[in-house]
C-alpha cells in the first residue's frame, strides 16, 4: 500500500516541463513530457481526460490551474487521493508565495520554486504545505535576511499551522458565515436536488498562542446539554473541520475548540441535505415561430421574506447556438445576449424578496438547418445571486471564546451571507 | 513577492559554458551566487551543465542557504553523471550534517539520500545514524525518511547498518511528524521486502492511533494507510480502532477521510453487531457524499472509490442516489462515474426519478456520455424487472428522436432486454423495424438481425427484412456476416418456405466458399452439416432455449473486491485492478558497470536506460469502466455471438468428430494418479464436488487436465463445462468426458482445447473463466489462471544470428524487465533440462561479473515470438529477466510463467 511519487512536474500549456523535481530517479522528464504532450495532442481538451492516466509502466495524476499543469507521475500504487489532493495544496502555497500561479510567476521564481519543491515533498512523500509557515524560512529575494537559524518550530510541532510569537496592537477575529445553496430542478419543475453548502471563513489578528471555542445553534450539543431549543437549533450532516479543530474533543463532546491560524482560512464546512424553497425561482417559456424566429418569456419570483434582498442576482437564460438579432425587454435590471455563452445575460442589482420580475425576448433564426444536425446542447437556466445577513440553514454563532494567557480582549466580528452555488433550473 | 528571476534564463549567447565557469571561479560572492542560478536555469530548460562540476561544487562551502542549496540541488541532478567527480561534494556533506543549523544538517541528509552513486552512499551511513538521534524533530523526520531512500538503493547496508531499528524506534518518538514519516518509510521498506520488518502489534497500533490526533494532514495519511493493513484480534478490538479512527472523518483533507474511511471498511469485516456495522454506515454517508463536492480529480478518485464501496454495502449510499445526478459543469470523466454509480444506486424506488436523468443525458451533446446514457437505460431494465416495462418506454421515446447514434445504441441494449425477458416485450419489434435502414454501426447491425432472426416467426416480413441486408453480404464487418448467417437459418428453419430456402443457399454460399474468415466458414459448414444430415436435430441446435442473462452491474469477483477496498484511496482503487498488475519497480539506473553490450547495445544514459523504462507492469489500466476483471461471470449478453452456436460444446464436439477423430477418448488418460491439479472449485462451494484442474500441454496439443471428486451423498452426471471469452480464445475442442459419478467417486479426464475461438477484447488477462454444470446441481462457476508456458510452441527454437537480429530491430520499449528476488537456480542443466521441455529452447550463455546470462527463445500460436535474457548467480538468490517480444502487454503473463517454471 506503501507509495510515493516519483517526481513533480510542473508544464506549460502545451504539455512542456517548466521546472521538474525528481524525486526518485525512476521517471525522466523526456519520458512524461513525450507522454504529455501526446496526451493533451490527443485529447485537445485535457478537461475532458481522466485525471489520472496510464501510460508505460508510471501513472501520470494531473491538475489544472491558469496557464500550468501540475503533474504527479509514479510507479508504485499510491495513494491516489493524497497526491491529486497535495497538488491542489501546492497551487495554494505557490499562490501565496506569487500571488498568480502562471507561467510567469513560476519562471520569475524559479530559485524558490525549487526550494520549495524540496521542502513540501521528500521522496515523493508529501511534508509540508503550510504556505504560511513555509513563508517563514523560504523567502523570495525581497525578503531575504540572513540565514534562518532554524526551522520554525511548527514545521514539526502538534499545532504545525502557527509560529509563536505572533502579536497584534489589535486583537481582532472575522467570522464569515458563507452558506452555498445548490439546486437542480428537472424540467418538470420538480426539484430533484438541493443541498446547502456552508462554510465558516475565519481571519484571525490575534496575538500569541490564543486558545479559540466556537459555538453554535448545534441541536446535539444543545440536547446534550439539556437546553430548551425552541426551534432554533440545527442539524449539520457532515461538518469537515480544518486541520486546528480537535476532532477527537469534538466526537466526544461537539466542542469546537482550535488554535487558530494567523490570517485566513476555513474554519470549518459543512453541508445541509434538507429540500429548501428556491429562492429565487425561474420560469421560462420558449415558442419557436415557424423556424424564423424565437420568443422567449422568462420569469424570475424571489421566495424569501421581503426584508432581505438578493444582490448581483445574474440569471443566463440559453439560446439557441444559431440566434440572432436580439430584441430584450426587462421589467427590471438589464439584459445582454451573449453569443460566446450561447446565453441571454439577465443582471438584476437588487432584488427584494417577494417580488417578481419579467423578461421578453426575441430572437430571429436562420431558416436552413442542417439535416444532420446533432441535437443541441440543452443548458440549464443558471442563476447567481447573494443575500447578505441571511442564511439558509439558520446557523448561528452563539458565542467565540478566545483566552490567551496575556489575557487579552478580542473582538469577534460575524457575518452572514447566502449565494447560489450550483444553481440549474432545466426548464427550456 | 514577484522575483526576477526569468533574467537568468536569458543569457544563450555563444561561449557561454567558459563564461559560466569564470563567473563561477569569481572571487565576489555575489557574482558567484548569479552564476550558479544561471547554471540552475540553464539546467532547468534541459541544457546540459555537468561540465561545470567541479566549479559548481567549490561553491558549496558557504553560508548562504539559497546558494547551498542550489549546488545541492545540481549535485543531485548531475552526479550519476560524474560519480568520480561527485565524491568530492562528500566531504562538505559530511560537515554540513554536522552544522549548528538544524536546517543545514537535515538538508544535508536529504539531499544526500537523492545522489544514487555508491560511493556516496557508503559515506551517507555516518550522518544518517547522527541524524537518526538528532535532537531536532526536523532532523529526525528527514532522516527517517532518508532511510527508505538508503533501503532503495542498497538494502543490505540499511540491514547491517542497523538503520531497520533506529527507524522502528523512531515509532516512539515523542514528536507526531517524525512518527508518521518513520511509518511511511517502514511501510515502504516492508514492501519491498519478505521478510517481516515493520509488523504492527497492539502496542503501536494504540501509539500510531495517539499520534494521529496531532500530525499534519499528511503524516495522518501515512498512518492510516499503514495501520489498515492492521488485522484486530476479534470483533472488540475492532470496534475500538473504529472507535478512535471515526473522527477522522470530519476531516478537511478529503485524503485523510478516504484513508479512513479505508480502515473503517476494513474493521467492519470482524465486527459482528449489526447494531455498530450500521451506525457505522450511517455515519460513513455523509462524509463520502461529501467528497462530491470536492475539486473534480478529488471527485473522480472518489467515485472509483465508491462504486467499490457500494459493491461491498450498498446500504451506505441507498438513499444519495441524487447526489449522483451529473450536474450541467461536471467534466465529462466525472459524469461518466457517476452514471456507473446510479445504475448501482438505482433500485425499484428511485427508478422513475433515475429513467428521468438518462433520458435527460441522453440529449447532452457528448456522444460517449449519450451512449453511456442509453446502455445505462438498458442495465437499469436487466437489473430490476419491475421497472423493465418503463425502460423499455423510454428506450422507444429515445428511438423517436431519431438521432443516429442514440437509436442504434438503444437497439443494442433492447437486444440484451429480449435475452433477460424472453417472450415479453416482442411487440416493440415493429418500431424497431423502423429504423432500420439508418444501422451503420456493426454491434447495432449485428444485434437488430438477431432480433429478427430470433423472432423470425412473428415479423411478417422478416424474410424481406433479411434479405435486405444479404445484397452487402460479403462487405459487412465478420460480426455482423456472423449474424446474418445465424438469423438466416433461423429463419429457415422457422419458415421452410421457398423465399428463404434460396436464401439459405446464398449466405452459406457466401460464408464458405466467398470468405476467408475462418471462424464464419467454420459456423456456416456446421449448419450446412446439420442442415443436411437432421433437419430436426438442427432445429434443436439452433432454436434451443438461451439462458437467461442477468445483472452484470456488480460485476467485480468477491476476491477481487477485496483487495481493491483495502487498496482504497490508492491507483489500485481507481483502476479496479490489484497493485501488481501495474506496479512497475525499476531500478533506477546506477551507473553500469561494464561492457554491457550484448545484447542491447543502447548507450548507459543518465535518466535510465530505456530497458530499464520499459514497462514491465501489465495491461494499461483502462481507467474507463469497461472493467476486464468485471467481464462476466455470467455468459454474459454477449453482442459479439448470442446465437447459441459456438458456445454449445456438445454440437462442436460431434462436429470435429464427424471430421476426425482428435477426440480424445476419455478414459484413455483417466486414471487418477498424476500429479496433484490446484483445486478450483473446493467441496465446500460445490455442494460437495470438488473440481482440480490446470491446462496442459503433452504431444504439441493442449489439454486441460481435470479432476472430478464427488463428496455429495448423490450420484451426479451429465457433465458439461463451458469457458468464458477469454485473451486467448481458449475453448474446448470436444464434450467433457465424464461418467455419472457415485458418492465418493473421482474421475480425472483430459479435454482437449482450442485456441483462438472466442476472444475477450482488451488487454490480455491470465483470466480463465469456466463454468461446469451437471444434472443435478447449479451451475458451478470458478476462475483459473492461464500460463502462458502451455501455449510455448515446439517450433519456437531460433538461430543465434536470427535471435541477434530480431532483438536488435526490436525497439527497446518492447523490452520489458522484471526482477524475482525470491527465486533461486541452483543447477543450471536441471533448469535449461526443465525450460526445454515447455519449449523454452536455449541459445546462448555467458558469463557477466560473477553472473550467468542464458539466453533463450520461445514462441506462442500466431507466430508472436519471445526473445528472453536471464540473469543469475547459480546457488544464490535473485533472477533478472528481460524479454523482448513484439507484443510487450503480453510480458505480465510471460512473467508469470516464467515464475512458475522456476519455482518448480
Not at chain 1, 317 to 332: G, K, L
Not at chain 1, 394 to 421: C, F, H
Not at chain 2, 810 to 825: A, Q, R, T, Y
Request: glycine share 4%; net charge negative.
Amino acid at each position: 500500500m506503501a507509495g510515493a511519487a516519483s517526481a513533480l512536474f510542473l508544464l506549460d500549456i502545451k504539455g512542456r516541463v517548466l521546472v521538474w523535481r525528481d524525486y526518485r530517479g525512476d521517471v525522466s522528464a523526456t519520458q512524461a513530457e513525450r507522454f504529455f504532450t501526446k496526451l493533451i495532442e490527443k485529447e485537445g481538451d485535457p478537461q475532458s481526460q481522466d485525471p489520472v492516466v496510464y501510460d508505460n509502466g508510471v501513472t501520470y495524476m494531473f491538475i489544472q490551474h491558469s496557464n500550468v499543469y501540475l503533474m504527479t507521475a509514479t510507479r508504485q500504487n499510491c495513494n491516489a487521493a493524497s497526491l491529486l489532493f497535495f497538488l491542489h495544496r501546492v497551487v495554494d502555497v505557490f499562490k501565496h508565495y506569487f500571488e498568480e500561479l502562471e507561467e510567469e510567476s513560476l519562471r520569475d521564481n524559479f530559485v524558490v520554486v525549487y526550494e520549495l519543491l524540496d521542502e513540501i515533498m521528500d521522496f515523493g512523500y508529501p511534508q509540508y504545505t503550510e504556505a504560511k509557515i513555509l513563508s517563514e524560512f523560504i523567502k523570495t529575494d525581497a525578503y531575504r535576511m540572513e540565514v534562518t537559524q532554524r526551522p520554525p518550530m511548527a514545521v514539526t510541532n502538534a499545532v504545525s499551522w502557527r509560529s509563536e510569537g505572533i502579536n497584534y496592537k489589535k486583537n481582532e477575529v472575522f467570522l464569515d458565515v458563507v452558506e452555498s445553496v445548490n439546486i437542480l430542478v428537472n424540467s418538470n419543475g420538480q426539484i430533484i436536488r438541493s443541498d446547502v453548502v456552508g462554510a465558516l471563513k475565519m481571519r484571525t489578528y490575534l496575538s500569541g498562542m490564543p486558545e479559540c471555542k466556537l459555538g453554535l445553534n448545534d441541536r446535539v450539543l444543545l440536547e446534550a446539554q439539556g437546553r430548551a431549543t425552541k426551534g432554533k437549533a440545527i442539524d449539520l450532516e457532515d461538518i469537515k473541520f480544518h486541520q486546528c479543530v480537535r476532532l477527537a474533543r469534538f466526537e466526544n463532546d461537539r466542542t469546537i475548540s482550535f488554535i487558530p491560524p494567523d490570517g485566513s482560512f476555513d474554519l470549518m464546512t459543512y453541508r445541509l441535505s434538507t429540500q429548501v424553497k428556491p429562492l429565487i425561482w425561474v420560469e421560462a417559456q420558449v415558442e419557436k415561430h415557424s423556424r424564423s424566429r424565437v420568443e422567449i418569456m422568462v420569469k424570475a419570483r424571489s421566495q424569501f421574506k421581503e426584508r432581505s434582498t438578493a444582490t448581483n442576482v445574474e440569471i443566463a437564460v440559453p439560446v439557441p447556438a444559431d440566434a440572432s438579432s436580439p430584441n430584450v425587454r426587462t421589467s427590471m435590471g438589464s439584459a445582454a445576449y451573449a453569443p460566446e455563452s450561447d446565453a441571454l445575460m439577465w443582471k438584476i442589482r437588487s432584488f427584494p424578496g417577494g417580488k417578481e420580475y419579467m423578461l421578453r425576448a426575441e430572437f430571429t433564426l436562420p431558416s436552413i438547418t442542417d439535416e444532420e444536425a446533432t441535437p443541441e446542447r440543452k443548458a440549464p437556466i443558471r442563476v447567481k445571486f447573494e443575500i447578505p445577513y441571511f442564511t439558509v440553514s439558520g446557523i448561528q454563532v452563539r458565542y467565540l471564546k478566545i483566552i490567551e494567557k496575556s489575557g487579552y480582549q478580542a473582538l469577534p466580528w460575524v457575518r452572514y451571507i447566502t449565494m447560489a452555488g450550483e444553481y440549474e433550473l432545466r426548464l427550456i | 513577492m514577484s522575483g526576477h528571476d526569468s533574467k537568468y534564463f536569458s543569457t544563450t549567447k555563444k561561449g557561454e559554458i567558459p563564461e559560466l565557469k569564470e563567473e563561477l571561479n569569481s572571487q565576489y560572492k555575489d557574482k558567484r551566487k548569479d552564476a550558479v542560478k544561471k547554471v540552475i536555469a540553464a539546467m532547468t530548460v534541459g541544457k546540459d551543465v555537468s561540465s561545470l562540476f567541479t566549479d559548481v561544487v567549490n561553491c558549496m562551502q558557504t553560508e548562504n542557504l539559497e546558494l547551498k542549496k542550489l549546488v545541492y540541488l545540481y549535485l543531485i541532478n548531475y552526479a550519476k553523471s560524474q560519480p568520480d567527480l561527485a565524491i568530492l561534494a562528500v566531504n562538505t556533506f559530511v560537515k554540513d550534517s554536522q552544522d549548528p543549523n538544524p536546517l543545514i544538517r537535515a538538508l544535508a541528509v536529504r539531499t544526500m539520500g537523492c545522489i544514487r552513486v555508491d560511493k556516496i552512499t557508503e559515506y551517507l551511513c555516518d550522518p544518517l545514524q547522527r541524524c537518526l538521534k538528532d535532537d531536532d524533530p526536523y532532523v529526525r523526520k528527514t532522516a527517517a525518511i532518508c532511510v527508505a531512500k538508503l533501503y532503495d538503493i542498497n538494502a543490505e547496508l540499511v540491514e547491517d547498518r542497523g538503520f531497520l531499528e533506529s527507524l522502528k524506534d523512531l515509532i516512539s518518538d515523542n514528536n507526531p511528524m517524525v512518527v508518521a514519516n518513520a511509518v511511511a518509510a517502514l511501510a515502504e521498506i516492508q514492501e519491498n521486502s519478505t521478510r517481516p520488518i515493520f509488523e504492527i502489534t497492539s502496542h503501536t497500533l494504540s501509539k500510531l492511533l495517539t499520534a494521529l490526533n496531532e500530525c499534519t494532514e499528511w503524516g495522518q495519511v501515512f498512518i492510516l494507510d499503514a495501520l489498515s493493513r492492521y488485522k484486530a484480534a476479534d470483533a472488540r478490538e475492532a470496534e475500538n480502532i473504529v472507535e478512535r479512527v471515526t473522527p477522522r472523518l470530519q476531516h478537511a483533507n478529503c485524503a485523510v477521510v478516504l484513508s479512513a474511511v479505508k480502515m473503517i471498511l476494513q474493521q467492519m469485516e470482524l465486527i459482528t453487531s449489526t447494531d455498530v456495522v450500521r451506525n457505522l454506515c450511517k455515519k460513513m454517508a455523509p462524509p463520502l457524499v461529501t467528497l462530491l463536492s470536492a475539486e473534480p480529480e478529488i471527485q473522480y478518485v472518489a467515485l472509483r472509490n465508491i462504486n467499490l464501496i457500494v459493491q461491498r454495502r450498498p446500504t451506505i449510499l441507498a438513499h444519495e442516489i441524487k447526489v449522483f445526478f451529473c450536474k450541467y459543469n461536471d467534466p465529462i470523466y466525472v459524469k461518466m462515474e457517476k452514471l456507473e454509480i446510479m445504475i448501482k444506486l438505482a433500485s425499484d424506488r428511485n427508478i422513475d426519478q433515475v429513467l428521468l436523468e438518462f433520458k435527460e443525458y441522453a440529449t447532452e451533446v457528448d456522444v460517449d456520455f449519450v451512449r453511456k446514457a442509453v446502455r445505462a437505460i438498458g442495465r437499469c431494465a436487466i437489473k430490476l424487472e419491475r421497472a423493465a416495462e418503463r425502460c423499455i418506454s423510454v428506450l422507444l421515446e429515445l428511438i423517436k428522436i431519431k438521432v443516429n447514434y442514440v437509436v442504434q445504441e438503444a437497439i443494442i441494449v433492447i437486444k440484451d432486454i429480449f435475452r433477460r425477458y424472453p417472450n415479453t416485450y416482442e411487440s416493440i419489434i415493429a418500431t424497431l423495424c423502423e429504423s432500420l435502414d439508418t444501422l451503420d454501426e456493426p454491434e447495432a447491425k449485428a444485434s437488430m438481425i438477431w432480433i429478427i432472426g430470433e423472432y423470425a416467426e412473428r415479423i411478417d416480413n422478416a424474410d424481406e427484412l433479411l434479405e435486405s441486408f444479404l445484397e452487402s453480404f460479403p462487405e459487412e464487418p465478420p460480426q455482423v456476416q456472423l449474424q446474418l448467417l445465424t438469423a438466416t437459418v433461423k429463419l429457415f428453419l422457422k419458415k421452410p418456405t421457398e423465399g428463404p430456402q434460396q436464401m439459405i443457399q446464398v449466405v452459406l454460399n457466401n460464408a464458405t466458399v466467398e470468405t476467408d474468415n475462418p471462424d464464419l466458414r467454420d459456423r456456416a459448414y456446421i449448419y450446412w452439416r446439420l442442415l443436411s444430415t437432421d433437419p430436426e436435430a438442427a432445429k434443436d441446435v439452433v432454436l434451443a432455449e438461451k439462458p437467461v442473462i442477468s445483472d452484470d452491474s456488480n460485476q467485480l469477483d468477491p476476491s477481487l473486491l477485496d483487495e481493491l477496498l483495502a487498496n482504497i484511496a490508492t491507483l489500485s482503487s481507481v483502476y479496479h485492478k490489484p497493485p501488481d498488475t501495474f506496479v512497475t519497480r525499476v531500478k533506477p539506473a546506477t551507473q553500469r558497470t561494464e561492457d554491457d553490450e550484448y545484447p542491447d547495445g543502447n548507450e548507459t544514459g543518465y535518466a535510465e536506460s530505456p530497458a530499464n523504462a520499459a514497462d514491465g507492469g501489465a495491461s494499461p489500466p483502462t481507467s474507463s469502466s469497461s472493467v476486464p476483471y468485471g467481464a462476466a461471470r455470467q455468459p454474459a449478453p454477449a453482442p459479439a455471438a448470442p446465437a447459441p452456436v459456438a458456445p454449445v460444446p456438445d454440437l462442436l464436439g460431434d462436429l470435429i468428430g464427424l471430421d476426425n477423430n482428435a477426440i480424445v477418448p476419455a478414459d484413455q488418460h483417466a486414471t487418477s494418479s498424476g500429479p496433484p491439479l490446484p483445486i478450483l472449485l473446493p467441496a465446500s462451494t460445490g455442494q460437495g464436488l470438488q473440481i482440480s484442474a490446470q491446462l496442459a500441454r503433452q504431444d504439441g496439443q493442449i489439454f486441460y487436465s481435470l479432476q472430478f471428486e464427488n463428496n455429495s451423498q448423490i450420484t451426479l452426471d451429465g457433465f458439461m463445462i463451458q469457458f468464458n471469452k477469454n485473451s486467448f480464445g481458449l475453448a474446448a475442442a470436444g464434450s467433457l468426458q465424464v461418467p455419472p459419478l457415485a458418492p465418493g467417486a473421482s474421475r480425472r479426464t483430459l479435454l482437449p482445447m482450442v485456441l483462438f475461438q472466442n476472444m475477450s477484447a482488451g488487454p490480455p488477462s491470465s483470466l480463465l473463466q469456466v463454468a461446469v454444470k451437471n444434472n443435478q446441481q447449479p451451475v458451478w462457476y470458478f476462475n483459473d489462471k492461464i500460463l502462458l508456458h502451455v501455449f510455448f510452441t515446439d517450433d519456437g527454437r531460433m538461430e543465434r544470428t536470427s535471435f541477434l537480429e530480431t532483438w536488435r530491430s526490436l525497439p527497446d520499449s518492447n523490452e520489458v524487465l522484471k526482477e524475482f528476488p525470491g527465486i533461486m537456480v541452483s543447477s543450471a542443466e536441471a533448469t535449461l533440462d526443465r525450460l526445454a521441455a515447455t519449449n523454452m529452447f536455449f541459445i546462448a550463455k555467458r558469463k557477466h561479473a560473477n553472473q550467468d546470462v542464458f539466453y533463450f527463445s520461445a514462441k506462442i500460436p500466431r507466430g508472436i515470438p519471445f526473445l528472453i535474457e536471464l540473469t543469475t548467480v547459480i546457488g544464490n538468490p535473485g533472477v533478472k529477466c528481460a524479454i523482448k517480444t513484439p507484443n510487450p502487454e503480453m510480458a505480465p503473463l510471460f512473467f508469470e510463467a516464467i515464475e512458475t517454471l522456476l519455482k518448480a
